[in-house]
């Protein structure tokens, strides 16, 4: 494992907020291996706006306090195992969301504003159980309640993309609730497939799709970094993995045993 | 041709409750209303441009705004129909998504309520489809409500659900009641099941409507074109079906 990744981890300290992606955006797995080895645990994840197998991996490995998430599963592969089995036994606190709630409280944070407000919820349970959610009546046209969402601002957001520059800038493409992750929390750790040579701001093409070094803290280079998700436009997801965790990981023993191999193993290539 | 399967029923029954809409949205891993949205895109076709958005696809998906812009686009109203399922659907059409017993500690726990508590109460046309009709799933009172049937007078509520499809009927809910009324039941179904299979008290006619079976030109529409768009994204499901096709032409033929 490249030193660099083990650095960046260490970034995280105990009781943090991490910010992790929805499985389809550019999830950094090459960083769950560090992140259990350094053992950081009582995390609060903010899952941006849905989580998968790297919050169930850390779930799984004990080092999470709360999940705040608008779902966890493993997509095809069915229910997040160590997830489930934790709500069960009452061993980590959820806070239920809603994926646009989750992205109204990343771009108040994003603003730099206390809270944004949104349509929906009210009369769900979902509001119900969320006291740090409030609901006011519309101060332009009375008569019209509207739930506010307070600011999300993680300590730090971690995700993977395709390329990054040696300045630091990294390619998102379209995936924009990346960028929404970054501007909203304190910092920010990349892992990318590979690391170019050429600015990318000096193409107004790839300008376009880029988040600046300004809001990044740390980039690795981790090829295959989202396996076994896939990377939009570099590689599909490799179900049959998905499904040998989900199966796996259904007891606490199972659970282990898989995690000693995806510990130990080298990312294929 | 040979008679509809159960499976093209549904999907066109569901192209049916599309009828007029510009985009309609449908979930990560949902064949039948993907399928049900392509027949419908190939119904208009050269009439009226049906955009479909497959959450999670990456060629299903033309948003540039990351997975922020379908629930914006949503509050704008640029979105017409939308898809929902739920591990429970009440009598009053509200839905739970999250899980079975006390929350939070709840005995069985699904994944979550993704954008329901939000989609539900912005797109206009909300389709409730679960294929399974058993008494768990069409219970009572749900145990979370992850997205209210109806809301109070006052509260913003431009959207809603407007029908229940299943694998064996299909009900419109009418929120004024509010409730469900049965529409018409699917072949080879009868209401005595229907009763049996559904936890909720439901309104409906002293004998049911039939739901319709495709006529040959949809069918060959839907066996043709919107199977092979359906196996790009689904190819499994797409599989299976034209495997179910070739056993149903092997029955049929003389022998």
Not at chain 1, 30 to 57: F, S, Y
Not at chain 2, 167 to 175: M, N, Q, V
Request: with cysteine; net charge negative; proline share 7%.
């Amino acid at each position: 494992m490249p030193q660099d990744l083990r650095a960046m981890a260490r970034r995280v300290t105990p009781g943090m907020s991490l910010a992790l992606p929805v499985d389809y955006a550019g999830v950094s797995m090459a960083m769950t291996r560090p992140l259990i080895e350094h053992g950081a645990g009582g995390l609060h994840l903010v899952c941006v706006p849905t989580g998968g197998l790297q919050v169930d991996m850390l779930i799984g490995a004990g080092l999470v306090a709360t999940v705040e998430t608008s779902a966890l599963s493993l997509g095809e592969a069915g229910g997040a195992p160590r997830f489930n089995d934790a709500v069960r036994q009452g061993g980590i606190r959820i806070l239920d969301a809603t994926c646009p709630a989750i992205h109204a409280g990343l771009m108040a944070a994003q603003k730099g504003v206390p809270f944004l407000p949104i349509r929906g919820l009210i009369g769900s349970d979902v509001l119900a159980n969320r006291p740090d959610w409030r609901v006011i009546d519309n101060p332009f046209a009375a008569g019209d309640p509207v739930a506010l969402i307070p600011a999300i601002r993680p300590d730090v957001a971690i995700f993977h993309a395709p390329m990054a520059d040696r300045e630091g800038n990294v390619w998102i493409g379209r995936r924009r609730e990346l960028a929404a992750m970054a501007y909203a929390a304190t910092e920010t750790l990349v892992t990318v497939e590979r690391i170019v040579d050429r600015s990318l701001l000096a193409d107004e093409m790839t300008a376009a799709g880029t988040l600046p070094a300004l809001y990044v803290g740390a980039v690795a280079e981790a090829p295959r970094g989202a396996w076994p998700y896939g990377l939009w436009g570099e590689y599909a997801s490799d179900t049959d993995e998905l499904m040998r965790y989900a199966a796996a990981a259904r007891t606490a023993t199972g659970f282990a045993e898989y995690m000693a191999g995806f510990m130990g193993q080298e990312m294929p290539a | 041709m040979s008679a509809a399967l159960p499976r093209e029923i549904l999907i066109c029954t569901i192209a049916r409750l599309l009828d007029g809409v510009r985009h309609v949205a449908v979930g990560a891993s949902s064949p039948m209303p993907a399928a049900g949205a392509m027949l419908r895109r190939a119904l208009d076709d050269g009439q009226r441009p049906v955009r479909l958005s497959v959450l999670g696809s990456v060629e299903h998906n033309f948003f540039t705004n990351g997975s922020a812009e379908l629930f914006d686009s949503a509050g704008q109203g640029r979105l017409d129909a939308f898809f929902l399922g739920g591990g429970q659907i009440d009598g009053q059409a509200n839905v739970n998504l999250v899980g079975v017993g006390d929350y939070p500690q709840v005995k069985v726990r699904w994944p979550g309520s993704f954008g329901s508590a939000y989609l539900y109460f912005t797109v206009p046309r909300v389709i409730l489809f679960r294929e399974e009709h058993s008494p768990r799933v069409l219970v009572d009172k749900v145990d979370f409500i992850s997205a209210p049937g109806t809301s109070a007078p006052g509260v913003y509520r431009a959207g809603g659900p407007v029908a229940l499809l299943t694998g064996k009927a299909l009900f419109r809910f009418d929120k004024a009641r509010p409730g469900f009324t049965l529409e018409s039941v699917h072949p080879s179904h009868d209401l005595d099941e229907i009763r049996a299979a559904t936890g909720f008290a439901f309104d409906h006619a002293e004998t049911p409507a039939a739901t319709p079976a495709p006529d040959a030109a949809t069918l060959s529409l839907l066996r043709g074109r919107v199977l092979d768009e359906l196996a790009e994204t689904y190819p499994a499901f797409a599989a299976e079906w034209r495997s179910d096709l070739a056993a149903l032409t092997r029955e049929g033929s003389p022998a």
